[in-house]
């Protein structure tokens, strides 16, 4: 029993039960808090509740790299539980990784269903998700995310799925609709928590590469002419950080946002990243964005990048410093197809 849950990193314990403990508190309080009869109180549980999730998300994925213990079932039962907490659990946390270690190894962005084609041939969807996304409402990854319950009666890679996706559809969807009768106040204020994360996630994602879209996810002998290429993987992975000068504030995406360095050294925990960054680039941030550069993009080209397809072919850095990047959409991991 000792050996269950052995840490990759036995240095890194008192980060592991911290991050664990910070979880646990931040969305069990953020969920009491959205029970609150004082609107102060359900804007503190928003916050809460939302962190918590975004936190978790980060950690799952964390777990898919193995980087939190040293077994790889270890690592999955934990994803899985942080996989509900994130409220994407339709999905299997081992399509998950799968989907992850592709875009790491094939060093491209791999997926099995383009929603730029269906919007397209659904125009008047197609106007509501841009009416949406004006609003800062992120729709394409709400579509995203009803496809992952969609998806084993849509895509036939998934179709042995359609049971267990519908005993986590019944489970979760009885667990709303209990939150919905007893304060429709609350199942709302959850649904701001589950678009923020939504927003978090996209913007994190929208520029950290360069890579190629390809939609080849289940295709197992696809070939791809940038697999395995360190020097490519690097000059075409970009360091999004929230804060160059108080490196704490990156601890608020579980320092995801050391981008580089998790490529470089993919099973290294969370807590050693801005390490390695610096010794990665010594002072010179050949691969960062800066934080301002990348609202400012991401608010101007919000309805462009819906169907945006130059993600592949522009320098990221110099197209952020200019506010041109466009940038995409839908390759959170947590959708995986």
Known sequence: MLKDFALRDPAGTKYTAGILTYITFAYVGGWIALFSPLIGVNLVGVLLCTHGMIISAYLLHDCGHNAVFLSTNDNARLGKVLNWIAGSCYGRYEDI???????????????????????????????????????????????????????????????????????????????????????????????????????????????????????????????????????????????????????????????????????????????????????????????????????RSFHKHRVARIHAEDYGADEVRSSVQAGKAVGVDALSFLTAF
């Open 97 to 295: 990784r799968q989907k992850h270690m592709r875009h790491h190894v094939d060093n491209c962005d791999p997926v099995s269903w383009d929603y730029r084609s269906f919007l397209k041939r659904h125009p008047v969807l197609e106007r509501g998700v841009k009416v949406a996304e004006w609003a800062y409402i992120p729709a394409v990854e709400i579509l995203m995310h009803t496809m992952l319950v969609l998806a084993p009666w849509v895509l036939q890679s998934k179709r042995e799925q359609r049971f267990r996706t519908l005993k986590v559809a019944v489970v979760r969807g009885l667990l709303l609709l209990t939150v919905l009768l007893v304060d429709p106040r609350a199942f709302a204020l959850y649904v701001v928590c589950q678009l923020l994360l939504f927003t978090v996630l996209r913007f994190m994602d929208c520029y950290q590469h360069n890579y190629e879209v390809v939609f080849t996810l289940d295709e197992q002998s696809a070939q791809f002419p940038r697999r395995g290429d360190a020097v490519f993987e690097q000059s075409n992975t970009y360091s999004n950080l929230l804060s160059h000068r108080y490196p704490v504030l990156n601890l608020l995406v579980l320092n995801f946002c050391y981008h580089n360095a998790h490529h470089k050294k993919p099973t290294l925990g969370w807590y050693r990243l801005p390490a390695l960054h610096a010794t990665m680039y010594a002072g010179q941030e050949t691969q960062s964005l800066y934080f301002l550069d990348q609202v």
